[in-house]
Each structure stands twice: as structure tokens, then as C-alpha cells.
Nanobody, 123 residues
């Protein structure tokens, strides 16, 4: 079992930045596929970014070049740096994980989920 707790959301103006954090209850640096997802009101949940056990990353086209996913072993923490934010980035952002040693794809099925943190971008 892995418990995940997100933080770092907030309200920013367009063009601003935020850093989301996801604290895990156990070591997630190796042997886990980790990802960030988001869901806006009235819309389906979408995958934003993923990172695998070896640090390889994948991004949704809508955030490529603006968002960066990373992880820190010593802190059991996953991060998502959000730059050049747009109003359409407004959503609740969720951290997720599942045990896996291979390449982590955005289409994968994630087993463990956090409660989410709200990001609101105003124009």
C-alpha cells in the first residue's frame, strides 16, 4: 500500500508558476511508476505527466515544455513544476502510483491515488 498526499496548489494569474508536491508513505523512487493527473469540472480526468523507476518522463501534449515532473529519493516526494500557466490548466491535480519497473506510459492503470490539490489560473 502507498498513501499519497498532494500539496502546493493555489490561485495564480496566467503566466505564473506553481510547484505541486506529492508525499508518499514509502520509498517510491525505485520500482514505481508515478504520475500526475488533473480533472476540471465537467471534464474527464486526463493524464498530465509520468515518471518511471529510471527517471524517464512522459508528458501530455497540452503541457509539454511548460510542466516538469521530478522525484526526490531522500524525501519520498514527487513534484510537478507548472510554468507558463494558462486558464485552461485550472483543475484539481492528483498524484498517482503503481508498482512497476518498466517504461511508464500515461495510458497505464494507476492503483494508488491521492486526494488532489486545486490549481486555479485566472486570466
Amino acid at each position: 500500500q502507498v498513501q499519497l498526499v498532494e500539496s502546493g496548489g493555489g490561485s495564480v494569474q496566467a503566466g505564473g508558476s506553481l510547484r505541486l508536491s506529492c508525499a508518499a508513505s514509502r520509498d517510491i523512487y525505485r520500482g514505481f511508476c508515478m504520475g500526475w493527473f488533473r480533472q476540471a469540472p465537467g471534464k474527464e480526468r486526463e493524464a498530465v505527466a509520468s515518471i518511471d523507476s529510471d527517471g524517464r518522463t512522459s508528458y501530455a501534449d497540452s503541457v509539454k515544455g511548460r510542466f516538469t515532473i521530478s522525484k526526490v529519493n531522500s524525501k519520498n516526494t514527487l513534484y510537478l513544476l507548472l510554468n507558463s500557466l494558462k486558464p485552461e490548466d485550472t483543475a484539481r491535480y492528483y498524484c498517482a502510483a503503481f508498482p512497476y519497473w518498466g517504461i511508464c506510459r500515461l495510458e497505464a492503470t494507476f492503483h494508488y491515488w491521492g486526494q488532489g490539490t486545486q490549481v486555479t489560473v485566472s486570466s
